[in-house]
C-alpha cells in the first residue's frame, strides 16, 4: 500500500516522494526523468531507448563513462 501512495505522489509531481537516499545529490534532471517514468499518460512516458539516452548523455557530460 505505501508503494502505492509513492507512486501517486511522484505522479502528482511531489518530489518530497522521493525516498531520501535517492534525492541525495539527486541532479534536477533525474528528478524530471523520474517523473516522466511514472506519468499517468503512457504516451508521455520516456521509452527505454530514451531513458538511456539521457543515462549515457549524463554519463558523457561528467566524464564517467568509460569508453
Known amino acids: 500500500m505505501e508503494r502505492v501512495s ?3 505522489s ?5 518530489d518530497a516522494a522521493l525516498p531520501m537516499a ?8 533525474m ?3 523520474v517523473f ?4 499517468w499518460d503512457a ?4 521509452s527505454a531507448v530514451e531513458v ?5 548523455a549524463d554519463q ?3 566524464g564517467s563513462l568509460d569508453r
Do not use: K
Open 52 to 56: 538511456l539516452d539521457e543515462l549515457d
Open 60 to 62: 558523457w557530460a561528467s
Open 6 to 8: 509513492v507512486i501517486g
Open 36 to 39: 516522466r517514468m511514472v506519468a
Open 10 to 14: 511522484l505522479r502528482d509531481g511531489r
Open 43 to 46: 504516451d508521455a512516458r520516456p
Open 31 to 33: 528528478r524530471q526523468l
Open 22 to 29: 535517492l534525492t541525495t545529490g539527486l541532479n534536477a534532471w
